[in-house]
């Protein structure tokens, strides 16, 4: 019986380059991203410039995580208190913390068996809660019909920010993710597309939201050494209105990122070709649902989703478990408890989420499994016949009891 035993949480390393930046920014001890010898230009303030080239934006900052540029974003727009922001029920833990963060309330949208939101859902409660921004998370990096979905929220009066933790470099119909709403966050942390342990990134063309994002980060009025950001009149009208909330990024972070940049395309290429091997492997797998990906999503795989649809809760354990005893490390997002980063929107209590039948359903057989680069396409395979037999073999006839299930990370 075959067995698999890389390691599904292991990236790959710094490259040289940013490892050498890394040692460079250490030696002259200038961490902090205004602290500069004169004429210097800071690593992160670099990284700004060089990311919103990537992304065609006008404006980027760099910031301490995800989780903050998401909750800068809400700042920026000024969402009060109370206030309804709209989000997929299918998401990660920082995204409705982003808006608890802000004292309002996260309102969920139905997932549609695609894993993106669910359109009828979001009008529905666009019109219901009279919300004014829509927290769209492009969750493990499936995108919705952006074209569709930029209509509907510019008819309901629904700003945009976009959650490309999972989709730095990837585009819907040509058009970069995080550049159809008003504002896209990324996330630079270990289990992203750029790994600088933690880390955050927010692009923007809106000039009022970006001078008003580098203050709320902790600018300590130093913002003219900001490469990417509005000029000295934006910032002057409003430095005295927008408080600090300190989510700088530093010189060390950025100087690790930098390098990466450039290396997005061919690690996009690579994850691409791991998950074309997994997909065509389990393709016509009886009992297992593949995610169709639309010509018009060019997304980036760095984690491999399926459904059972219909599969009583004991076979997907008793599947998680046989997988796992062959070291395939699968998640499972209808585990009644959270672990790892399975969790889902029944969980997050604070925001006392009403009930979601469709996301119920969908979740209940939702697969979940990382695809570091340091896997090759032989691995993606083998970990394809693994899961294609004991699919097999755990979907029909009885299911025996369950001992344990595996821990997350
Ligand atoms: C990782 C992640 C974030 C935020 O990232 P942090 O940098 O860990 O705060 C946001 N959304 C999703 C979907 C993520 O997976």
């Not at 990236?11 to 490892?19: S, T």
């Not at 939101?117 to 919705?144: K, P, Y």
């Not at 819907?172 to 750029?194: A, D, F, L």
Request: hydrophobic share 45%; net charge negative.
């Amino acid at each position: 019986m075959e067995r698999f035993t890389g390691s599904f949480t292991q990236q790959e390393a710094i490259p040289e380059e940013g490892i050498a930046a890394a040692l460079e920014v250490m030696r002259h001890g200038r961490l902090h991203r205004y602290n500069t010898a004169h004429g210097e230009i800071a690593e992160t303030a670099l990284l700004e410039e060089e990311f919103a080239a990537f992304t065609g934006a006008r404006y980027c900052l760099a910031v301490a995580s995800g989780g903050y540029a998401l909750a800068t974003a809400l700042r920026a727009l000024q969402v009060c208190p109370g206030a309804p922001v709209l989000t997929n029920a299918f998401t990660l833990a920082p995204v409705p913390g982003a808006i608890a963060s802000m004292g309002a309330q996260p309102v969920f949208i139905e997932t549609t068996p695609d894993l993106t939101i669910d359109f009828a859902h979001l009008e529905v409660m666009a019109r219901e809660t009279g919300a004014r921004v829509l927290m769209l998370s492009h969750m493990r990096g499936h995108i919705c019909d952006m074209d569709r979905l930029m209509a509907l929220c510019d008819g309901l009066g629904l700003k945009v920010i976009e959650d490309c933790a999972h989709t730095m470099g990837a585009a819907w119909n040509g058009v970069p993710s995080g550049r159809h709403g008003v504002i896209g966050c990324y996330s630079t942390q270990t289990y992203k597309h750029m790994n600088a342990g933690e880390g955050g990134l927010l692009v923007t063309d809106d000039p009022g939201l970006a001078a008003r994002s580098v203050l709320l980060s902790g600018s300590y009025m130093l913002y003219a050494r900001h490469r990417a950001a509005p000029p000295p009149e934006v910032f002057e009208a409003l430095r005295l209105d927008v408080p600090n909330v300190s989510g700088r990024m530093d010189n060390l972070r950025a100087a690790i990122l930098r390098p990466q940049i450039a290396l997005l395309a061919e690690r996009g290429v690579r994850w691409n070709a791991l998950y074309r091997v997994l997909e065509a492997g389990l393709a016509q797998t009886q009992g297992l649902r593949l995610i169709p990906r639309p010509a018009a999503e060019q997304f980036v795989a760095s984690s491999f989703q399926f459904t059972l649809p219909e599969w009583e809760p004991e076979r997907v354990a008793a599947l998680i478990a046989r997988c796992a005893a062959r070291g395939v490390e699968m998640k499972w997002f209808g585990a009644p408890d959270p672990v790892a980063f399975t969790s889902r929107y029944a969980h997050w209590r604070y925001a006392a989420p009403n009930p979601l039948p469709q996301t119920d359903a969908v979740l209940a057989g939702l697969i979940d499994m990382r695809l570091p680069l340091t896997f090759t396409t032989e691995d993606a395979a083998l970990i394809a016949r693994i899961i294609r037999a004991e699919v097999l073999a755990v979907g029909q006839g009885p299911v025996g009891p369950v001992d344990a299930l595996p821990m997350g990370d």
